[in-house]
């Protein structure tokens, strides 16, 4: 893929920016979810989903890439991203748009090493720390959290507000605000500094999930939608 054009903020790490990356800074609402039917899938997306991730720690590598594939295709069609959670190595067999890792998963670098420049990384915060070192590595956007107490992270404390707010202040990538969000405390995200967020049960759980997610691209201040992308349109 070629260049694309230069950015007000250039990202780090990179001579040039792709259509990925583009479409990045354009993303407000981040569905991370294990493995969900295509209806599910389509609404989410019809509902304003950017980015879409798929979760499925203890799947087998012919699991996740049979899941990854009908991901990718779903995303395309709707001109979202994809990104696979912690398997850098199956990236390309996926499809995927990029990948995700924890502070305890791949390291970033290997991550960057084995999906190349043009492809997208995105990296767990959990401190200020987290949120700093963000400058000096390989990433394109963090995740910022979680926010709230959730059961999708047993053990890990909860940061509250006070992290979206030095995120807001200081990250040096796009971040995303996540962990227990939800359209009833979405608002005080946003007026802590977030202008993207993250989520699992809102749309998992959601009895209609175009309508939770229409909801919370409202509520971030996002109800703009994207133009359709059809399979098969240059990524």
Known sequence: MGAGPHL?????????????????????????????????L???????VDL???RMKDASDEEIMVAGRRFAAAAAERGALFILN?????????????VHVGQDD???ADAREAVGPERIVGLS????????????????????????QTPTKPGRPAVGLELVRYAAANAPVPFFAIGGISAANVYAVRE????????VRALTEAPDVELAARALRTAIGT??????????SAR
């Open 223 to 232: 109800g703009r939608h994207r133009t359709e992308v059809r399979v098969g």
């Open 8 to 40: 007000s903020r250039p990202l780090p790490h990179f001579e040039f920016v792709t259509d990925r990356h583009e479409r990045l800074r354009s993303a407000h609402l981040y569905l991370v979810c294990d493995d969900q039917p295509d209806e599910f």
């Open 192 to 199: 802590a500094g977030a202008t993207r967020v993250a989520v």
């Open 125 to 148: 915060t959990h401190s200020p720390g987290q949120v700093d070192a963000a400058a000096g590595a390989p990433v394109d956007y963090i995740g910022v959290g979680p926010v709230h």
């Open 106 to 108: 791949a390291s970033v």
């Open 42 to 48: 389509a609404g989410a997306l019809a509902g304003g």
């Open 86 to 98: 912690d398997r850098p190595d199956l990236v390309a067999a996926t499809g995927a748009d990029g």
């Open 52 to 54: 879409v991730q798929l």
